[in-house]
């Protein structure tokens, strides 16, 4: 389906799905994870956000689980990007 219509809703889900992601990132930079600037939270699962770091312009699929296991240190312990 190659409608006018088909398209404004794909286009529709895609932003909301944007939105959703924004917030996502924004939330859990406010309990701490650090993240580059282009990079968007899919749905994840964080065990403790303040021991993540997340570069730029990372792409990240859903249901990621960043588990972080050790002992408690200052500043980040799981790094992705650079």
């Not at 699962?45 to 770091?53: F, L, N």
């Amino acid at each position: 389906m190659n409608s006018p219509t088909a398209r404004g809703i794909f286009r529709a889900r895609a932003l909301g799905a944007t939105m959703i992601a924004t917030i996502r990132t924004i939330y859990y930079q406010l309990l701490g994870m650090q993240i580059g600037r282009g990079t968007l939270l899919p749905r994840v699962y964080v065990t403790w956000p303040h021991q993540d770091w997340l570069g730029r312009d990372c792409q990240l699929e859903h249901e990621i689980h960043f588990k972080f296991d050790g002992i408690y240190q200052p500043g980040p312990r799981l790094i992705i990007g650079g």
